[in-house]
C-alpha cells in the first residue's frame, strides 16, 4: 500500500489537539436566529454576522421564493458569458444608488470582491501600504497581484505616511484598511487616511463589510457615517452579514467597475448569483432605506451588551461596533471559556492565533437588533457566571 502523502497534515491536527485550539464545526440544527439550536442545544446565538436579523426577514424570504418561481434556481454561466439575468443589472443599480457612487460590481463574496480587486487593479510595480489587521481576503489579493505589500501598525496614520514618503512620486500605490476591523470591531481612521491618499496620490480603499447596514445612514457604511464620500476610490461592501444573504461588492466610478468587468477573476471565472441571491440582496436595500429602526436597536442592544460585559470586569478591547471582543489572551483559556459558556446555553465562538495575535485570544460576541433584552441579559449572566468560575473576572 502506498503511504499516505498528505500524512504531515495528521500532525498538524493532533498539534492544534495538544494546544487545545482544535475546533470541531458547531452546527445549526436550525435557522441562522438570535436563539437558536446548535449542536441540538438551545443556545442564544452571539456568533453570527446577521446584525439586523435579515436571514429570516419575512420581505427576503418572500422575494426569495418569487425569484426561484419566475427565475430558477441557477444562472449556469460566469457573469461574462450567459450568467448575466436583468436582476444581477438592477442589483448593481440599487447598490450604487445606495452607496452613492456611479457603478456598483456584485461577486460571489465579499472574500472574492477584495481579493478579485486588489489583484486586477495593481501590479508587481506597484506598492500597497495595507493596515495590519486588514481582512485575509485583502491580504489574498495583496499577494496574488505580486505587488510590494507595506503593512503600518493598527490605524497608525503616522507610519503609514512614513512609508509613503520613504516610496518615489511616480509609483503607483493603494491605501487599503477596513472600514470596521473584524475580530476587534474598532474604526478604520478613514477621514485621516483620506488626506494622505490625496497627498500622496494614493488609491484609497476600504473593506466595509462589517460596515454595510450598520454604520452610516440606513446603513451605507463607513464612507458615510464619516462623510468622505468622493474620496474613497474603491468601497468593497458585503452583501452575507448584516444584508443577510450572500455576496460582496465593488462601488466606484463607472470605469472602475468596467475594468472590474473585464479583469476581476472571479468575475470572470466563477458562476454569478442564482437570482433569489439577487433577489433578497435587492429586498434587503428596502427593508434598509424603509425600516432604518432596525438599525436603532441593533445600536440600542449593542450599547447595552457592551455596558453589561465592562460592568463586570471584562476586557472588551477597544470596539465601537456590535462586534465586542472578550480578551483573555491565552488561546486554550479562550477556547475554554467558549465552551463553558456554550454549556450555560451561549454561542459565543472562541478565536486564536493565526486569526488573531497569540496573545489576544478572545471569545467574540456580535449582538443583532433581533436579539430581546431577555436573551442579551441571560447571555450575561453565564459570561459573568463563567468569567468568575474561570477567574477572568474578580469573583
Ligand atoms: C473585514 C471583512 N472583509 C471581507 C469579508 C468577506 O466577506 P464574505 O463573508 O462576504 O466573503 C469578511 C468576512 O468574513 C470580513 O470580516
Same mark, same amino acid.
Given at each position: 500500500?502506498?503511504?499516505?502523502?498528505?500524512?504531515?497534515?495528521?500532525?498538524?491536527?493532533?498539534?492544534?489537539?495538544?494546544?487545545?485550539?482544535?475546533?470541531?464545526?458547531?452546527?445549526?440544527?436550525?435557522?441562522?436566529?438570535?436563539?437558536?439550536?446548535?449542536?441540538?442545544?438551545?443556545?442564544?446565538?452571539?456568533?453570527?454576522? /446577521?446584525?439586523?436579523?435579515?436571514?429570516?426577514?419575512?420581505?427576503?424570504?418572500?422575494?426569495?421564493?418569487?425569484?426561484?418561481?419566475?427565475?430558477?434556481?441557477?444562472?449556469?454561466?460566469?457573469?461574462?458569458?450567459?450568467?448575466?439575468?436583468?436582476?444581477?443589472?438592477?442589483?448593481?443599480?440599487?447598490?450604487?444608488?445606495?452607496?452613492?457612487?456611479?457603478?456598483?460590481?456584485?461577486?460571489?463574496?465579499?472574500?472574492?470582491?477584495?481579493?478579485?480587486?486588489?489583484?486586477?487593479?495593481?501590479?508587481?510595480?506597484?506598492?500597497?501600504?495595507?493596515?495590519?489587521? /486588514?481582512?485575509?481576503?485583502?491580504?489574498?489579493?495583496?499577494?496574488?497581484?505580486?505587488?510590494?505589500?507595506?503593512?503600518?501598525?493598527?490605524?497608525?496614520?503616522?507610519?503609514?505616511?512614513?512609508?509613503?514618503?520613504?516610496? %518615489?512620486?511616480?509609483?503607483?500605490?493603494?491605501?487599503?484598511?477596513?472600514?470596521?476591523?473584524?475580530?476587534?470591531?474598532?474604526?478604520?481612521?478613514?477621514?485621516?487616511?483620506?488626506?494622505?491618499?490625496?497627498?500622496?496620490?494614493?488609491?484609497?480603499?476600504?473593506?466595509?463589510?462589517?460596515?454595510?447596514?450598520?454604520?452610516?445612514?440606513?446603513?451605507?457604511?463607513?464612507?458615510?457615517?464619516?462623510?468622505?464620500?468622493?474620496?474613497?476610490?474603491?468601497?468593497?461592501?458585503?452583501?452575507?452579514?448584516?444584508?443577510?444573504?450572500?455576496?460582496?461588492?465593488?462601488?466606484?466610478?463607472?470605469?472602475?467597475?468596467?475594468?472590474?468587468?473585464?479583469?476581476?477573476?472571479?468575475?470572470?471565472?466563477?458562476?454569478?448569483?442564482? %437570482?433569489?441571491?439577487?433577489?433578497?440582496?435587492?429586498?434587503?436595500?428596502?427593508?434598509?432605506?424603509?425600516?432604518?429602526?432596525?438599525?436603532?436597536?441593533?445600536?440600542? /442592544?449593542?450599547?447595552?451588551?457592551?455596558?453589561?460585559?465592562?460592568?463586570? &470586569?471584562?476586557?472588551?478591547?477597544?470596539?465601537?461596533?456590535?462586534?465586542?471582543?472578550?480578551?483573555?489572551?491565552?488561546?486554550?483559556?479562550?477556547?475554554?471559556?467558549?465552551?463553558?459558556?456554550?454549556?450555560?446555553?451561549?454561542?459565543?465562538? &472562541?478565536?486564536?492565533?493565526?486569526?488573531?495575535?497569540?496573545?489576544?485570544?478572545?471569545?467574540?460576541?456580535?449582538?443583532?437588533?433581533?436579539?430581546?433584552?431577555?436573551?442579551?441579559?441571560?447571555?450575561?449572566?453565564?459570561?459573568?457566571?463563567? &468569567?468568575?468560575?474561570?477567574?477572568?473576572?474578580? &469573583?
Amino acid at each position: 500500500m502506498r503511504a499516505d502523502p498528505l500524512a504531515y497534515l495528521g500532525a498538524e491536527l493532533d498539534a492544534l489537539k495538544e494546544q487545545g485550539l482544535y475546533r470541531r464545526l458547531r452546527i445549526l440544527d436550525d435557522e441562522q436566529k438570535p436563539k437558536t439550536s446548535v449542536d441540538h442545544q438551545s443556545v442564544v446565538n452571539l456568533s453570527s454576522n /446577521n446584525y439586523l436579523g435579515l436571514t429570516t426577514h419575512p420581505r427576503l424570504r418572500e422575494r426569495a421564493l418569487d425569484a426561484i418561481h419566475r427565475l430558477g434556481v441557477g444562472t449556469g454561466s460566469v457573469r461574462t458569458i450567459a450568467g448575466t439575468m436583468a436582476i444581477h443589472m438592477e442589483l448593481e443599480r440599487r447598490l450604487a444608488d445606495f452607496k452613492k457612487t456611479e457603478a456598483v460590481v456584485v461577486f460571489q463574496s465579499g472574500f472574492t470582491a477584495n481579493a478579485g480587486t486588489v489583484s486586477s487593479i495593481l501590479t508587481k510595480d506597484d506598492v500597497v501600504i495595507s493596515d495590519e489587521l /486588514n481582512h485575509a481576503s485583502i491580504i489574498d489579493g495583496c499577494r496574488l497581484s505580486r505587488a510590494t505589500i507595506k503593512v503600518f501598525a493598527h490605524k497608525d496614520v503616522g507610519a503609514a505616511r512614513t512609508l509613503l514618503k520613504g516610496l %518615489p512620486g511616480t509609483q503607483r500605490k493603494l491605501l487599503i484598511t477596513d472600514g470596521v476591523f473584524s475580530m476587534d470591531g474598532d474604526l478604520g481612521p478613514l477621514p485621516d487616511l483620506c488626506t494622505l491618499a490625496e497627498e500622496f496620490g494614493c488609491i484609497m480603499m476600504v473593506d466595509d463589510a462589517h460596515a454595510s447596514g450598520v454604520f452610516g445612514q440606513n446603513g451605507r457604511g463607513t464612507v458615510d457615517h464619516f462623510n468622505v464620500h468622493g474620496r474613497v476610490d474603491v468601497q468593497v461592501g458585503t452583501l452575507s452579514k448584516a444584508i443577510g444573504a450572500l455576496g460582496g461588492y465593488v462601488a466606484g466610478s463607472r470605469q472602475l467597475i468596467d475594468f472590474l468587468y473585464h479583469r476581476a477573476r472571479p468575475f470572470l471565472f466563477s458562476t454569478s448569483h442564482p %437570482p433569489a441571491v439577487a433577489a433578497t440582496c435587492i429586498a434587503a436595500l428596502d427593508v434598509l432605506l424603509e425600516e432604518p429602526a432596525l438599525i436603532d436597536r441593533l445600536w440600542e /442592544n449593542t450599547r447595552f451588551f457592551k455596558a453589561g460585559l465592562k460592568a463586570m &470586569g471584562f476586557d472588551t478591547g477597544v470596539s465601537e461596533s456590535p462586534i465586542t471582543p472578550v480578551i483573555v489572551g491565552d488561546g486554550a483559556r479562550a477556547m475554554q471559556l467558549s465552551d463553558r459558556l456554550f454549556a450555560a446555553g451561549v454561542f459565543a465562538q &472562541g478565536i486564536a492565533f493565526p486569526t488573531v495575535a497569540r496573545d489576544k485570544a478572545r471569545v467574540r460576541t456580535i449582538v443583532t437588533a433581533t436579539h430581546t433584552r431577555e436573551e442579551l441579559q441571560f447571555a450575561l449572566d453565564a459570561f459573568g457566571k463563567v &468569567g468568575r468560575e474561570l477567574r477572568i473576572i474578580p &469573583g
